[in-house]
């Protein structure tokens, strides 16, 4: 038994290593969007280079003073990309605003778009799920964005399944039921 948990233990610690050592960075839809945790001014510039990205989404709010924020404004400004923040928390369910304000900005950004939060699992999770969900993907594939493979965890009394509700939300919102109309099913 002690020793099965140690090997859960380590498989966990791997995984949380293997998705948060790398900035958590992937695509969400080929040369469009990209998800990811902070990457401060010297990672943001290399996804600038590599990707061309013309838009960051940040998650985390405004953050004036705090070395990560400041170097990805610098970077953002000298390199003519928007930067655009919305205080999210991913404790807290967002209400129909919240999800109208995020999902206009998902639509509005100038394309590539980089989405990214703290640890770039759950509200970033949420983000790009309902990107998905506003681009064709279906309910399976855009909720496939917010979930353990990508580092969200709403289990055991975690209070990030608070994503998972705004999910839900979003699609009980007027957008959302758009979506399901477009795609005949959730």
Known sequence: MGLTLLVVLLALVGAYTWVHGGGNFHEVEKGTVYRSALLGSEKLEQAVDRLGVKTVLNLCGEQPGVEWYEGEVEVSRRRGIKFVSMAL???????????????DALRDAPKPLLIHCRAGSDRTGLASAIYVATHGGSYHDAQKQL??????????????????IS????????????????????
């Open 167 to 186: 999910f839900e939300r979003f699609y009980e919102s007027a957008a959302g039921r758009q979506v399901v109309s477009q795609t005949g099913s959730r």
């Open 147 to 164: 979930s353990l493979y990508y580092g969200h965890f709403p289990y055991l009394g975690s209070k990030t399944a608070a994503m998972g």
């Open 89 to 103: 928390s991913a404790n807290t369910a967002l209400d129909a605003a919240q999800l109208a304000k995020l999902t």
